[in-house]
């Protein structure tokens, strides 16, 4: 009997990879990474705008190379026993598409124009466009955001859609549709981007896009006239129906058969965002919180329908019936920075080696590229160690996390970070440390709301480049949340996440459950709280909220 793989592609804010996978034991046969290389050279990105664009080119380029690169590290049969590919990627991360559903930057005139190109998830330009949704949606017969949290965020669908037709007219009249990452890449896969019957992710489209079956799909076009009419006529130009991660989108097209070296009876599964299916490729269970922990955070919890089904959970990213595992109610919640504020941090105390030592003519250049780059890569161990080595509370530091906004819980992307307690001793590890807790708090904050609002946690599986990295971060946020955290084995838990849904659409198992049981990698290791830090945290957690209630309502 010829063993059967299935592969995960997996988009993530800097890179694609893929990840060939045994659907029988798990095993990661193979994977591969390409960079972004327009998105790491910063083109099409205004940070200081909060505007970060990708072009559909990078996406197109990887997809190529980290399937075919992965498949030359294995046996040539591996190839012929292919039998799903499931793509998951960032979200929300829409593109303006023409009726034949390909990105207007990949049409000529608009190749060099943001607007045409892929808005990312983090793109914050659409706070005006999210209040004026909050607005409407609260005098509004029908309150279209309430399964989103009831706060609308400018992460979100209709809020960038609106900002980038409003901003530019040329994208606006080109534009037919538009379309998510998640759904597109098995369009493409599949050759069906037509915008009208390509099959769009329940998840993108029931926490971003206010779908609802409650609704009978998007919001009404009264609704949408009303917040726009530039928005009017477009509802019928996208979608009713949406589909579940399990559900095959079609197979692979012979042109995309023959790029990769595959057979055109492979099965592309519906696709859908990487939190989502992070947490299945980390075995997430009912009433566990699956935290995601990378350059921000992605907090899914399930429940089942009869439980929970009926519950408004408020200030979240939204509630959905089978948005993360098909039969169970899928909520999100999570941070927009985690890692990015260590990553921040790391760039201000970097600044002399960039700005200084790189310009020194006492060394020759070779060594001082080589010192910089030494140092730079040894910066936030070396702070890591320092500030495990101060006692909780002694700098008398406090950081808000909000230096990208805050997503949850109750979206405000207005909001800005904040440190205080500083004096003439607080040297680079106690403010590192007081950082780290704040995004720790934050997580804090997340918890609460869900429990405050009825909404049980009975454990937590974290997984991401942070939680593999980092015991000094993981035993803060272990201490703050006063919570066992497990950490999934799986270097790459979206990617195989991706892999399990593909060996459901492809048929080899009847549900995500099954193919977890044969295909997790299980948990690696566990981190409990210490007691004497679990009180003392209660106190400096105080002191966080009572800090971010100044900035929020009084600053």
Same mark, same amino acid.
């Given at each position: 009997?010829n063993?059967?793989y299935?592969?995960?592609?997996?988009?993530g804010?800097?890179?694609?990879?893929?990840?060939i996978?045994?659907v029988?034991?798990?095993?990661e046969?193979?994977e591969?990474?390409?960079?972004?290389?327009?998105?790491k050279?910063?083109?099409?990105?205004?940070a200081?705008?909060?505007?970060?664009?990708?072009?559909?080119?990078?996406y197109?380029?990887?997809?190529?190379i980290?399937?075919?690169?992965?498949?030359?590290?294995?046996?040539?049969?591996?190839a012929? #026993?292919?039998?799903?590919?499931?793509?998951?990627?960032?979200?929300?991360?829409?593109?303006?598409?023409?009726?034949?559903?390909?990105?207007?930057?990949?049409t000529p005139?608009?190749?060099?124009?943001p607007?045409?190109?892929?808005?990312?998830?983090?793109?914050?330009?659409?706070?005006?466009?999210?209040?004026e949704?909050?607005?409407?949606?609260?005098?509004?017969?029908i309150?279209?955001?309430?399964?989103?949290?009831g706060?609308?965020?400018?992460?979100?669908?209709?809020?960038?859609? =609106?900002?980038v037709i409003? /901003?530019?007219?040329?994208?606006?009249?080109?534009?037919?549709?538009?379309v998510?990452?998640?759904?597109?890449?098995?369009?493409v896969?599949?050759?069906?981007?037509?915008?009208?019957?390509?099959?769009?992710?329940?998840?993108?489209?029931?926490?971003?896009?206010?779908?609802?079956?409650?609704?009978?799909?998007?919001?009404?076009?009264?609704?949408?006239?009303e917040?726009d009419p530039?928005?009017?006529?477009?509802?019928?130009?996208?979608?009713? /129906?949406?589909?579940?991660?399990?559900?095959?989108?079609?197979?692979?097209?012979? +042109?995309?058969?023959?790029?990769?070296?595959?057979?055109?009876?492979?099965?592309?599964?519906?696709?859908?965002?990487?939190?989502?299916?992070?947490?299945?490729?980390? /075995?997430?269970?009912?009433?566990?919180?699956?935290?995601?922990?990378?350059?921000?955070?992605?907090?899914?919890?399930?429940?089942?329908?009869? +439980?929970?089904?009926?519950k408004?959970?408020n200030?979240?990213?939204?509630?959905?019936?089978g948005s993360?595992?098909?039969g169970m =109610?899928? =909520?999100?919640a999570?941070q927009s920075?985690?890692?990015?504020?260590?990553?921040?941090?790391?760039?201000?105390?970097e600044?002399p080696?960039? #700005?200084?030592?790189?310009?020194s003519e006492?060394?020759? /250049?070779?060594?001082?590229?080589?010192?910089?780059?030494?140092?730079?890569?040894?910066?936030?161990?070396?702070?890591s160690?320092?500030?495990?080595?101060?006692?909780?509370?002694?700098?008398?530091?406090?950081?808000?996390?909000?230096?990208?906004g805050?997503?949850?819980?109750?979206?405000?992307?207005?909001?800005?970070g904040a440190?205080?307690g500083?004096?003439?001793?607080?040297?680079a590890?106690?403010?590192?440390?007081?950082?780290?807790?704040?995004t720790?708090?934050?997580?804090?904050?997340? #918890?609460?709301?869900?429990?405050?609002?009825?909404?049980?946690i009975?454990?937590i599986?974290?997984?991401?480049?942070v939680?593999?990295?980092?015991?000094?971060?993981?035993?803060i946020?272990?201490?703050?949340?006063?919570?066992?955290?497990?950490?999934?084995?799986?270097?790459?838990?979206?990617?195989l996440?991706?892999?399990?849904?593909?060996a459901?659409?492809?048929?080899?198992?009847?549900?995500?459950?099954?193919?977890?049981q044969?295909?997790?990698?299980?948990i690696?290791?566990?981190?409990?709280?210490?007691?004497?830090?679990?009180?003392k945290?209660?106190?400096?957690?105080?002191k966080?909220?009572?800090?971010?209630?100044?900035?929020?309502?009084?600053?």
């Amino acid at each position: 009997m010829n063993k059967k793989y299935t592969i995960g592609i997996d988009y993530g804010t800097d890179s694609v990879r893929s990840l060939i996978v045994n659907v029988e034991t798990g095993e990661e046969m193979a994977e591969a990474v390409y960079e972004y290389p327009q998105w790491k050279e910063g083109k099409f990105c205004d940070a200081t705008n909060n505007r970060f664009r990708q072009h559909p080119k990078d996406y197109i380029d990887g997809l190529e190379i980290v399937v075919t690169k992965a498949l030359k590290q294995v046996p040539d049969e591996v190839a012929g #026993n292919v039998v799903g590919i499931s793509v998951d990627t960032t979200g929300s991360t829409i593109v303006a598409v023409d009726e034949k559903g390909t990105p207007l930057s990949l049409t000529p005139g608009f190749e060099e124009n943001p607007n045409a190109m892929f808005v990312l998830w983090k793109d914050h330009t659409a706070e005006k466009e999210a209040e004026e949704i909050n607005q409407l949606s609260r005098k509004w017969d029908i309150d279209f955001t309430k399964f989103e949290g009831g706060i609308y965020s400018s992460e979100w669908f209709w809020a960038k859609l =609106l900002h980038v037709i409003r /901003e530019d007219a040329g994208v606006y009249r080109a534009a037919y549709s538009w379309v998510e990452h998640c759904d597109w890449i098995p369009a493409v896969l599949t050759g069906n981007t037509n915008p009208k019957t390509l099959k769009r992710s329940r998840c993108a489209a029931g926490h971003k896009a206010m779908w609802h079956e409650a609704f009978g799909g998007l919001p009404s076009e009264e609704f949408l006239s009303e917040l726009d009419p530039l928005l009017s006529g477009l509802k019928d130009r996208l979608y009713k /129906e949406t589909f579940t991660c399990d559900i095959s989108a079609g197979k692979l097209s012979k +042109e995309w058969a023959e790029k990769l070296g595959l057979s055109t009876n492979v099965v592309v599964g519906v696709g859908a965002f990487d939190a989502h299916l992070g947490a299945v490729g980390a /075995e997430i269970e009912p009433y566990y919180v699956s935290k995601v922990m990378g350059t921000s955070t992605c907090d899914m919890l399930i429940a089942p329908m009869d +439980e929970v089904g009926d519950k408004l959970v408020n200030g979240i990213c939204g509630q959905v019936d089978g948005s993360i595992v098909p039969g169970m =109610l899928g =909520l999100e919640a999570g941070q927009s920075a985690f890692g990015d504020i260590y990553a921040w941090f790391k760039k201000v105390v970097e600044w002399p080696l960039k #700005n200084i030592l790189s310009k020194s003519e006492l060394i020759d /250049e070779e060594t001082k590229q080589k010192l910089i780059a030494e140092t730079s890569d040894k910066i936030i161990a070396g702070l890591s160690d320092a500030a495990a080595k101060i006692p909780i509370a002694e700098s008398g530091i406090v950081a808000l996390d909000w230096m990208n906004g805050r997503r949850t819980p109750d979206a405000n992307f207005s909001l800005k970070g904040a440190i205080t307690g500083l004096n003439l001793g607080s040297d680079a590890p106690r403010i590192f440390r007081a950082l780290v807790e704040a995004t720790a708090f934050g997580s804090k904050a997340i #918890n609460d709301r869900f429990i405050s609002e009825g909404v049980r946690i009975d454990g937590i599986i974290a997984l991401g480049g942070v939680a593999k990295k980092s015991p000094f971060v993981m035993q803060i946020i272990t201490d703050i949340l006063d919570m066992p955290i497990k950490v999934a084995r799986s270097e790459q838990a979206c990617a195989l996440g991706s892999a399990m849904s593909a060996a459901v659409a492809a048929g080899v198992y009847p549900t995500l459950a099954k193919a977890q049981q044969h295909m997790g990698g299980g948990i690696e290791t566990e981190y409990y709280p210490i007691a004497e830090n679990v009180e003392k945290y209660k106190t400096l957690y105080e002191k966080y909220k009572k800090l971010g209630n100044f900035i929020e309502f009084d600053y």
